[in-house]
């Protein structure tokens, strides 16, 4: 399974222009690096981003 954490619009935005953002969730810190995370903003799924250095990095991103 792929963890989901919520974001917001500015996250939802800096996403889906590339960029990293910070995990907004603390089972995703916790995680290893290379863990792939689910990215949801307002019920809908944003981009899958993987979890390394302390940063969600978008891998794809969904232009829904």
Known sequence: DIPA???DSNQ?????????????DK???EGTAGT?????????AIAIGEYSQGKVKPVRVFNI
């Open 12 to 24: 939802a935005a800096l996403l889906k222009s590339g960029q990293a953002i910070l995990p907004t």
């Open 5 to 7: 954490m919520e974001i």
């Open 27 to 29: 089972r995703i810190e």
């Open 36 to 44: 792939l995370v689910l990215a949801m903003y307002d019920g809908k």
